[in-house]
């Protein structure tokens, strides 16, 4: 998977995220800790396999919580 864009996201709570979103493709994020398929195309939690669902204008859903978070 390769890397297409990089932003933050802060939750109700407080707690901020950083979410890269991937597309198809091989890079070094292939060959790290990172378990996700090579053809991964999504949204995911920088540096680990925890993926956020876009819920559209700017929110997103990590995947398996209730927790929610908008882009700032």
Avoid: C
Avoid at 6 to 17: C, H, I, T, Y
């Amino acid at each position: 998977m390769k890397k297409i864009a990089e932003f933050r996201v802060k939750s109700d709570a407080g707690k901020e995220l950083v979410i890269e979103q991937d597309d198809k493709g091989r890079t070094y994020l292939d060959f790290g800790s990172v378990k996700l398929p090579h053809d991964f195309v999504g949204y995911r939690i920088k540096d680990t396999d925890r993926i956020m669902e876009d819920l559209g204008n700017g929110k997103f859903k990590l995947k398996g919580s209730n927790e929610t978070y908008n882009r700032i």
